[in-house]
């Protein structure tokens, strides 16, 4: 589950273990959302029945309810203890982790963009690969004691008042080790500790308004879950190669930077990528034997040789002859079809991180523009592609489309408090609001969160106002 540190999402759960994880956050969201599509929250809706059907059948037979209960008092000693040891140990983990987020300092880079970018989004890759860093827990005292957890950065794309700047959060201690990783790549960048952007905004809802999402990866049934399958990156668009003609490349970051640069005064428009190395599946400390990444991968790739081998054996009768066609295996995959065994393939070569994306757009009353709402919800659309996985809103503002889910905007307000608490405290894993992240690989995100080639001439797009270069040897004294 997300609160012991990433999991697989409660659609692609076991029914058994469903029934237990059906209280939680995604399950219960999950299941609102697929409940004929008229989103009612179990979490409001089921209660209240089952109340009344334990006074329905206390009416009709009491002897019912009263042996059932004398049986849950009499089975308590076998349950009481386990659900008593999972409450407190949950509760300490959680107390053990908030303190040791909170023992740390962080700080936030402004990484202001060379003038020209040259180099593909491999340079990225590469600089997200330094990143990936899975250290910082040590044993298993130090997990189940000190609360250590592996370091989380944040990658950023803030557009304030139109003025678009790229920003990476990150605990003070790696400072040094991301600037150096970063001028390798980028040496014509510059890199600036600054104060946060978001503490510049007082914000509350009497002034402004706010729409923002969360976002996950689509459900890909031939992959498994949504962390398999992978978006369609830059390698898919030619973007690894270096044309002489770089303005004939086509980057699908360049609609997110227009539009980012497209907003007026008193406007603020924030892509957040919080993320975390992933090491192994972890229940609160403990790590599990298997990866749950691994597994569904080759299991999706399983699913999608089985399937291309049963469609062309539908074309054929005889048993012998259906066997011959069986032993061919891959060489029956259809083109979308091996483009998703090789994204898959390639995608278990990478390092692979957690992560967490979310868009909030903020806007003094009055200066909203309605539209932008529909634009953040489909932020992400410039990536999607057929044969290939998407990201979709999945939590947010977007949750409220019915009236009878909310009243009197009570729920809506407090989820747009707590969007901004989330994005102001890069808050994703662990406390105080863990969720279910989607796994990336670093080329996924390097598709993503890039810097834009040259050919890009967005004004907004705050870039090095010249070329830096070393001063001549020869220069009088």
Do not use: C
């Not at 330094?130 to 997990?143: D, K, S, V």
């Amino acid at each position: 589950m997300a609160q012991g540190g990433g999991g697989i999402p409660f659609s692609n759960q076991p029914w058994y273990k469903k029934i237990f994880l059906f209280w939680t956050y995604d399950g219960s969201h999950t299941t609102a959302n697929n409940l004929y599509e008229l989103a009612f929250d179990p979490l409001v809706v089921i209660p209240p029945l089952f109340i009344v059907f334990v006074f329905y059948v206390a009416s009709v037979d009491p002897a019912a309810v009263s042996g059932t209960l004398a049986m849950v008092v009499a089975l308590s000693p076998v349950w009481l203890p386990i659900f008593l040891f999972v409450f407190f140990w949950v509760t300490w983990m959680h107390y053990i982790r908030y303190m040791f987020w909170f023992s740390h300092e962080f700080v936030l880079l402004e990484v202001q963009l060379p003038p020209e970018v040259e180099k593909s989004p491999l340079a990225m890759e590469l600089f997200l690969t330094a990143m990936w860093n899975a250290g910082g827990e040590a044993t298993f005292l130090a997990r189940i004691w000190r609360g250590s957890f592996r370091a989380v950065f944040t990658l950023e794309i803030a557009s304030n008042e139109g003025q678009v700047k790229f920003y990476i959060h990150l605990r003070k201690a790696f400072k040094n080790i991301i600037e150096a990783r970063l001028y390798g790549q980028y040496p014509e960048a510059r890199v600036t500790e600054v104060d946060d952007y978001v503490t510049k905004i007082p914000f509350n809802l009497e002034e402004y308004d706010l729409f923002g999402a969360e976002y996950k990866k689509a459900n890909k049934p031939e992959a498994g879950t949504p962390g398999i399958m992978p978006i369609r990156t830059y390698i898919d668009y030619g973007l690894d190669k270096n044309p002489d003609k770089p303005e004939m490349q086509v980057d699908p970051i360049t609609n997110l930077v227009e539009l980012l640069g497209h907003i007026g005064a008193g406007e603020y428009l924030w892509l957040q990528i919080p993320m975390r190395a992933y090491k192994k599946d972890e229940w609160y400390g403990f790590y599990k034997a298997k990866s749950q990444y691994v597994e569904d991968a080759k299991a999706g790739l399983k699913a999608i040789t089985k399937g291309a081998i049963e469609r062309a054996q539908s074309f054929v009768e005889e048993e012998t002859e259906k066997k011959k066609v069986g032993s061919r295996g891959s060489t029956l995959l259809s083109g979308g079809e091996k483009l998703r065994v090789e994204a898959i393939e390639r995608a278990l070569t990478k390092n692979v991180f957690e992560v967490g994306i979310r868009v909030l757009y903020i806007s003094k009353k009055g200066a909203t523009v309605g539209v932008t709402n529909g634009q953040v919800v489909r932020f992400f659309d410039a990536y999607r592609y057929p044969d290939y996985n998407s990201l979709g809103a999945a939590r947010g503002v977007v949750d409220f489309d019915y009236p009878w889910q909310d009243f009197n905007n009570i729920r809506v307000n407090r989820v747009k408090n707590n969007l901004f608490f989330r994005y102001k405290q890069r808050a994703y894993f662990y406390v105080p609001y863990d969720q279910v992240p989607s796994y990336m690989t670093t080329e996924e995100l390097a598709t993503i969160w890039h810097f834009p080639s040259s050919v890009v001439q967005t004004p907004a797009l705050d870039r090095v106002p010249s070329r830096r270069s070393d001063a001549p040897t020869n220069l009088p004294i």
